[in-house]
């Protein structure tokens, strides 16, 4: 008997390549290039503004923050305050923060606080500050107002030790 190979399988001529999936890569990578060459426009949401505290006296400090500009600058304006030009928190600019000082003449009641995305013109968004009556606090701006008299003998107690404990280690020091 004749041996015979079971192991391979006849010859068969080769089949020739598609050029359907070539074609397909290489429009892929061309939509690819064309969208990564492309400048990117972020719609983004429509600003939001706030202001810390909501409530102030008269003379009172205010902080003002908005955030969704896409700008680098912002313009705040009210009749409570002087106008005040916000700058970058970060450096994408994606929070503007600012300071202003409440008059010491305004008016008690609500005022409108309107920022303005890059300047006059931009997008604008309003928010309330409401001035109370009366002023500023000032003086110890509540430091030792709530503090008891046993705080504020164990402070001081504190305080002493320290400087003893500082002379004493200085005179160790010299005498050696």
């Not at 041996?3 to 050029?19: D, K, V």
């Not at 990564?36 to 939001?48: F, G, I, M, R």
């Not at 504020?152 to 005179?171: D, E, F, K, N, S």
């Amino acid at each position: 008997m004749p041996a015979t190979s079971l192991a391979q399988p006849p010859a068969t001529a080769p089949r020739p390549r598609s050029a359907a999936p070539r074609r397909l890569m290489t429009a892929a990578a061309a939509a690819l290039i064309v969208t990564a060459a492309t400048p990117v426009t972020l719609a983004h949401a429509a600003p939001s503004a706030g202001v810390s505290p909501t409530a102030v006296a008269p003379g009172g400090r205010v902080a003002l923050n908005v955030t969704g500009c896409g700008t680098k600058v912002a313009r705040v304006t009210s009749t409570a305050f002087n106008e005040v030009r916000l700058t970058p928190g970060n450096l994408e600019a994606t929070n503007l923060f600012g300071n202003a000082t409440v008059f010491s003449n305004a008016n008690p009641g609500t005022h409108r606080v309107t920022f303005e995305c890059g300047g006059p013109g931009g997008e604008s968004v309003s928010v309330s500050l409401q001035v109370t009556p009366g002023a500023a606090r000032g003086g110890t701006g509540g430091s030792v107002g709530s503090m008891s008299p046993a705080q504020i003998a164990v402070g001081g107690t504190l305080a002493v030790g320290a400087l003893v404990g500082g002379v004493w280690v200085l005179r160790r020091r010299a005498a050696a």
